[in-house]
């Protein structure tokens, strides 16, 4: 089981994050507290898998206790979950090694999906000193996908995308669909088509719709 530490000052909140948190199987609520100086102290006793932390507490900032993580060299990974939606909390949170950034109000969906990202990653480097190139590639393009938007355009990331663009390269002239490419890359399928459509509009990629003899049409896509 992954121990979950949640840091938030708002019992509603931290109540809401509490049932979120039961509902995903593989995590455990090790301690959920209000203030940085508890969390200090319980990390100490026992570091947890993972914090949940709010940025904005009463006096405090919650990015602070990532750096001091940081600055104690502690095993400990980190999502931050805050309404602040500015640029610069978000590079500062990034350039301080958070896995991710879930800004409020968020779906479960979407609170679901960055734990099991995590899980992902938490396990696959828990099992294995060593990791291959490709394998690692998957997992940085999924890590990546969850991300929050940067000004590249609204919805999408850099990495997921030259991540998506290089696999279809390595196509050449041949077609290929959105589910071959998510099952090499380890993407969701949603999100590969989300890529797939906005290279079709940068004339990139053109997409072809082929019907079969029972089921829905098959969408491919050749590089153009």
Known sequence: MIEVMIVEDDPMVRDINTKFLKKVDGFRLYKAVSNLGDAKKLIAAKKPDLILLDVYLPKENGVDLLKWIREKNLDVDVILITADKSIERIQE?????????????????????????????????????????????????????????????????KYTYKSIWAEIE????????????????????????????????????RKQVEYGKVGRPQYKYHRI
Do not use: W
């Open 93 to 157: 949170s990034i350039r301080y090694g958070s896995v991710d950034y879930l800004i409020k109000p968020f779906s479960f969906e979407r609170f679901k999906d960055a734990l099991l990202q995590f899980k992902t990653r938490h396990e696959k480097f828990k099992k294995h000193d060593e990791i291959e190139q490709k394998e690692l590639d998957q997992l940085i393009a999924s890590f990546n996908a969850a991300q929050p938007e940067d000004d590249f355009t609204k919805g999408l990331n």
């Open 170 to 205: 390595k196509c050449g002239d041949s077609a290929f669909t959105a589910d071959v490419l998510a099952e090499k890359l380890g993407i969701a399928r949603v999100t590969v088509r989300r890529y797939l459509e906005y290279m079709e509009k940068e004339q990139k990629v």
